[in-house]
């Protein structure tokens, strides 16, 4: 075979290798498209046989046989339906949804916050979806139910006025409620033969979570944006406080001010420090321990900043204590005489409670049944933190005789009190432009 053969052999081996694979790719994408149709098609037949009753055994073993003696054919296939985890199909079937705002109670010792997104657990919001899920209650996942929060409070810190809005399974019908994405929303006034999302989610809820009530709300409605104002209160012993000079002083927040030297700095995300604080007050709770008064700080305003309200009352307790004077919070509202923030530790998070959190128009249902459950769950868990008090209170009767002991005491157990040293003559702090900062908190900058 002469050398220019070869070549036309070779050039007619690479034509019909290419025109194999052209027809290669033609039958591979005939196949798709009639497995798909296939697929479609038997997807179909399924969901009609799951709807009708029949091949709810072929496709999940044992759920038929299991609900077969619930009693009757409707409660049979209702039951059997319900039974599939994870299964759209109840939703399918006969659930329609709506759009709802819930008014959420917690005590936050044991929680990393409330949000999800530190990737620390256990988290408030955790909790709620893990209740969501459990009472087949959402619809989609969370992005889908429209998902939204008030506020975020932190590692340690309570709430008895939280409020979040989601989708959640609704017992109107679908053209009773007329819930479509649009923006048409149930009338508030229909809530009759609605499920009781109180008693509903509170029976599977960890019992320092409690939902307080639930309102229907249109789609437009955001528990963040659409909130008009957001209260705190923070608890403390009077001790030897000066009062009136801490009111004195926490009436100088009352407007709009700068609060940059009130807050955690957060650079990376918030570049207004401008909040208006509409109220503030401190008076007592009438609670007392060994003749000490209980006292709380009520302070409220339309948003806060980071850790705003805990570095104010820092600085009111070192006014309290006379550490500072009332003048201090002119100085530190007043960002050209000082620019960046003074070192100081923030009061501690515990006694840190969101009040309430208000809007227009929104009014929280809470059936009579489901309120009674609700104040004697609430009542048993304070009866059961006064019987801790109580025997911690023992424990310090019990060791009130070494506290006397002199020997003890000339011996150095008692610490020397640190020298304090003035606000505005410390070193200020760095401004914050820390990574994890800007990922923990960038969905919700300066709002809490």
Known sequence: MSKLDGEDEVVSLRSQLHSLQIRLKELEAENAKMSSQ?????????????LNGSGVERLHPGVASHSKNI???????????????????????????????????????????????????????SELFKAFEKTRLLVGDKKASLYSRCGRTDKGVSSVGQVVALFLRSNLKEADANNKMSGESIPETRTEGEIDYVRVLNRVLP???????????????????????????????????????????????????????????????????????????ICSSNMRFEGNE??????????????????????????????????????LLDTQKTPRKPQYAMAPEIPLVLQSCEFEDVKFICSSDSGQALRIHLDNECRAYQLQSAIYREAVRSCLPLANDQNLLNKGTIKKVASHVPLLSRPTEQVSLNASNTAKRKDCPGIF
Not at 38 to 49: F, G, M, P, Q
Not at 108 to 113: P, S
Not at 306 to 331: K, N, P, T, Y
Request: net charge positive; hydrophobic share 40%.
């Open 38 to 50: 296939l697929s479609k098609s038997c997807c179909h037949n399924k969901t009609e046989d799951m």
């Open 71 to 125: 009693g009757g054919d409707k409660d049979r296939k209702k039951k059997a339906i319900e039974r599939i985890p994870g299964s759209n199909l109840e939703i399918m079937a006969h659930h329609s949804k709506r759009y709802v705002a819930l008014k959420v109670m917690y005590f936050g010792q044991r929680f990393y916050g409330f949000a999800s997104e530190a990737q620390m657990d256990p988290t408030v919001e």
């Open 207 to 281: 019992n320092d979570i409690r939902i307080l009530g639930w309102s229907p709300v249109s789609v437009d409605f955001s528990a963040r944006f659409s909130c008009l104002a957001r209260e705190y209160k923070y608890f403390f012993w009077r001790g030897n406080l000066n009062l009136p000079a801490m009111e004195n002083a926490g009436k100088k927040f009352i407007g709009e001010h700068d609060f940059r030297n009130f807050c955690k700095m957060d650079a990376a995300n918030v570049h207004n420090y401008r909040r208006r604080v509409t109220m503030f007050e």
């Open 294 to 331: 209980l006292c709380e700080i009520r302070v409220k305003g339309s948003a806060f900043l980071w850790h705003q309200v805990r570095c104010m009352v820092a600085v009111l307790f070192m006014i309290g204590q006379g550490l500072e004077s009332v003048d201090v919070i002119d100085a």
